[in-house]
């Protein structure tokens, strides 16, 4: 009910498909900014935290995890800091996510339409082929850029915000899956999610 006919709106003005859902990413974000302003708030006091963090660490040990989390958890406590805050702006977007997700793939306007290196937005685009296994026999360049830049976004996030344990490795998991799964699909999803994570890094 929003993107299609924000998607409509913008495809009056025949821009190259690609600047079209680069406004339309940039709009999302824009839209909002208002609901993740806390979450980033958050995010940058566990930056400000970090160096306390650390000495938590190096006092308590990794080894002992259970200890080193209590120890953590006193310290968000005292300063007011919510560490899931930083989850709130992937909530919010998850509507938008999967409404892209089934938008692209249907989209007839992407049909034969390039941009940059993509030579067809409506299907993916071919880095490399080898011979099929369990079925897929490319890897999509497009989708290797969206899942490089996820990982460089949870590794950024993981260093800033001290995170420890399995909570330190649960960020790297999801890239990786959805590196699989979108595979295949078109290349402007892929080049969506590109955008998307690019923004939220920034």
């Not at 899942?147 to 001290?162: D, I, R, V």
Request: contains cysteine; neutral net charge.
């Amino acid at each position: 009910f929003i993107t299609v006919p924000v998607f409509d709106f913008l495809d009056n003005f025949h821009l190259s498909y690609g600047i079209v859902i680069l406004v339309l990413t940039l709009l999302l974000k824009l839209v909002l900014s208002p609901l993740t302003y806390k979450s980033y708030l958050s995010m940058a006091k566990m930056r400000v935290l970090k160096p306390q963090l650390d000495e938590i660490k190096a006092k308590v040990g990794e080894d002992n995890a259970v200890l080193l989390q209590q120890e953590q958890m006193k310290l968000y406590k005292t300063a007011g800091v919510n560490p899931l805050g930083g989850c709130l702006p992937l909530v919010l977007q998850m509507p938008f996510t999967i409404a892209f997700f089934y938008f692209f793939p249907n989209l007839f306007e992407l049909r034969g339409e390039s941009f940059l290196f993509m030579k067809d937005m409506s299907t993916y685009d071919t880095l490399f082929t080898f011979s099929p296994i369990f079925g897929v026999n490319h890897v999509s360049l497009m989708c290797v850029l969206m899942t490089l830049t996820t990982l460089l976004t949870t590794w950024y996030n993981n260093a800033t915000s001290g995170a420890t344990g399995q909570m330190k490795y649960i960020g790297y998991i999801m890239p990786l899956i959805f590196f699989f799964v979108l595979n295949s699909f078109p290349a402007g999803l892929n080049y969506y999610y590109f955008l998307s994570a690019i923004l939220t890094f920034l």
